[in-house]
């Protein structure tokens, strides 16, 4: 053995000590998450987010947060196959605003769109978009199986 050292001071303690287990919901915050004013309801529910410390702000990692709900809850309504994606753009004391994000529709509701083996899920939705060109003229398209495009 070596002169001068000593193995056990200079790990610390004794052999198998343990850690002081520290509960992780301790150290979180709960926060609402309310809808945009379209909707009938606008408390959705609430979300989880590590408390401010330092200079990590707890408002900071709300931001951007994208809460998916179904339009049955936003409007007290049976038809519930529409889901709308909505994004934390703000947060006002333990309140979070979102703003419309995007809308998707429920696995089940696409399935039964698109019969199976009779068409292709490329050629069960239809799309129109207006382009407007550099001299003035607008041009629409519906791209669907059979694409229709006019001034």
């Given at each position: 053995?070596?002169?001068?050292?000593?193995?056990?001071?200079?790990?610390?303690?004794?052999?198998?000590?343990?850690?002081?287990?520290?509960?992780?919901?301790?150290?979180?915050?709960?926060?609402?998450?309310?809808?945009?004013?379209?909707?009938n309801?606008?408390?959705?529910?609430?979300t989880?987010v590590?408390?401010?410390?330092?200079?990590?702000?707890a408002?900071d990692?709300?931001?951007?947060?994208?809460?998916?709900?179904?339009?049955?809850?936003?409007?007290?309504?049976?038809?519930?196959?529409?889901?709308?994606?909505?994004?934390t753009?703000?947060?006002?004391?333990?309140?979070?605003?979102?703003?419309?994000?995007?809308?998707?529709?429920?696995?089940?509701?696409?399935?039964?769109m698109?019969?199976?083996?009779?068409?292709?899920?490329?050629?069960?939705?239809?799309?129109?978009?207006?382009?407007?060109?550099?001299?003035?003229?607008?041009w629409?398209?519906?791209?669907?199986?059979?694409?229709?495009?006019?001034?």
């Amino acid at each position: 053995m070596a002169v001068g050292k000593n193995k056990r001071l200079t790990k610390g303690g004794k052999k198998g000590a343990k850690k002081k287990v520290v509960d992780p919901f301790s150290k979180k915050d709960w926060y609402d998450v309310k809808a945009p004013a379209m909707f009938n309801i606008r408390n959705i529910g609430k979300t989880l987010v590590t408390r401010t410390q330092g200079t990590k702000i707890a408002s900071d990692g709300l931001k951007g947060r994208v809460f998916e709900v179904s339009l049955a809850d936003l409007q007290n309504d049976e038809v519930a196959f529409r889901k709308f994606k909505l994004i934390t753009e703000d947060v006002q004391g333990k309140n979070c605003l979102t703003n419309f994000h995007g809308m998707d529709l429920t696995r089940d509701k696409m399935c039964s769109m698109v019969k199976k083996w009779q068409v292709r899920p490329q050629t069960a939705s239809e799309c129109t978009v207006n382009c407007l060109t550099h001299s003035g003229i607008v041009w629409w398209c519906i791209m669907s199986p059979d694409v229709i495009c006019g001034w």
